[in-house]
């Protein structure tokens, strides 16, 4: 059973262009998060999306949007790249009416220069 | 808004140790709180759920207690292993928000 992926593993961008990052679910999970996470912070909430809906959202701006498709997997989408975006982006998957532990990918490493 | 704060930042023992991490968040209105760990450059593991019901989780040599009313958790670990070596963070979930995590202790058992 293939937990939750993440692609791609690392990602090298220059300030004002723009990256989208992808994410499956944990098989029978219908629910997508996303987090960012700065070199020796913890995870930042960005947003989180059920039946393709984004039903709630962290302090960050409109710069980073999101997707979530039929089959549950989802995308982060982030614009005009500032240096202040490198980090790694976590996507976590759960169901969303079950009290169980929310399942982390590996994270993609988003390097900007 | 929620802050977690965890302490100590970084802790350092010798195998075999029992050690004990600390997680403390500002609001108790906490549907629950889970511990994870985070190996170098990886993403998370859970580790331990404590629904808000709850005051402990035991699994292995972890075990997790919660007091919401002084807003506290701690992580106790039995008999630490260098395989134990790795940032443990804390999180809440408050009711109707999103996910708040502390910014980690990371533990380094030396064999």
């Known amino acids: 059973d293939a937990g939750v992926t993440q692609s791609p593993t690392h990602l090298i961008k220059t300030r004002g262009q723009q990256v989208t990052l992808r994410c499956s679910p944990k098989?029978?999970?219908?629910?997508v998060s996303w987090y960012q996470q700065a070199l020796g912070q913890g995870p930042q909430f960005i947003f989180q999306?059920?039946?393709?809906?984004?039903?709630q959202r962290g302090n960050f701006p409109d710069r980073f949007s999101g997707h979530q498709f039929p089959n549950y997997s989802s995308e982060l989408n982030v614009n005009a790249l500032l240096l202040g975006d490198s980090a790694l982006y976590l996507c976590?998957?759960?169901?969303?009416?079950?009290?169980?532990?929310?399942?982390f990918g590996d994270g993609t490493r988003l390097s900007i220069l | 808004k929620q802050e977690v704060t965890q302490i100590p930042a970084a802790l350092s023992v010798p195998e075999g140790e029992n050690l004990v991490l600390n997680c403390s968040f500002t609001?108790?209105?906490?549907?629950?709180l889970q511990w994870f760990r985070q190996d170098p450059g990886k993403g998370l593991t859970s580790l331990l759920l404590?629904?808000?019901?709850?005051r402990e989780q035991t699994s292995g040599r972890l075990n997790a207690s919660l007091d919401k009313s002084s807003g506290r958790s701690t992580l106790y670990i039995a008999a630490s292993q260098p395989g134990d070596s790795a940032t443990y963070l804390c999180?809440?979930?408050?009711?109707?928000?999103?996910?708040?995590f502390g910014a980690g202790t990371r533990l380094t058992v030396k064999p």
């Open positions: 999180a809440t979930f408050p009711w109707g928000n999103d996910m708040r």
């Open positions: 609001d108790s209105a906490i549907y629950n």
């Open positions: 999306y059920y039946e393709e809906e984004e039903r």
């Open positions: 976590a998957s759960s169901l969303l009416h079950d009290n169980q532990p929310q399942h």
């Open positions: 404590i629904q808000s019901s709850q």
């Open positions: 098989s029978g999970h219908d629910t």
